[in-house]
């Protein structure tokens, strides 16, 4: 399974960035996916999963802010970000869960979010 993230960069607290995940090697629809970050000197946290079935569940420090979102036909997953923090400087991950096919969980290569004041 391979996962490659896409969407770094740099913004303005209050902008809005959109993160996108391509999985290969897998069958996505069966798949739950998250999305994951770890910002400077911290441990990587849970930002927001979205089941093969597409219910969304999202962390408390993003609820309301971020929408995590799933084309199966692209075997992609998106994270919509708005009204980003510096706070949310990170390296984000996307991550197949434990679950669907092939089990295991698989991360992708991370990519940068920088939100300056």
């Known amino acids: 399974v391979q996962l490659q993230a896409c969407g770094r960069g740099l913004v303005q607290a209050g902008g809005s960035l959109r993160l996108s995940c391509a999985a290969s090697g897998s069958i996505f629809s069966l798949n739950d996916m998250s999305w994951y970050r770890q910002g400077p000197g911290k441990q990587r946290e849970l930002v927001a999963t979205i089941t093969s079935r597409g219910t969304a569940n999202y962390a408390d420090f993003v609820q309301g802010r971020f929408t995590i979102s799933r084309v199966d036909a692209k075997n992609t997953v998106y994270l919509q970000m708005n009204r980003l923090k510096p706070e949310d400087t990170a390296v984000y991950y996307c991550?197949?869960?434990?679950?669907?096919?092939?089990?295991?969980?698989?991360w992708g290569q991370g990519t940068q979010v920088t939100v300056s004041n």
């Open positions: 991550r197949k869960d434990g679950g669907g096919w092939p089990r295991g969980a698989y």
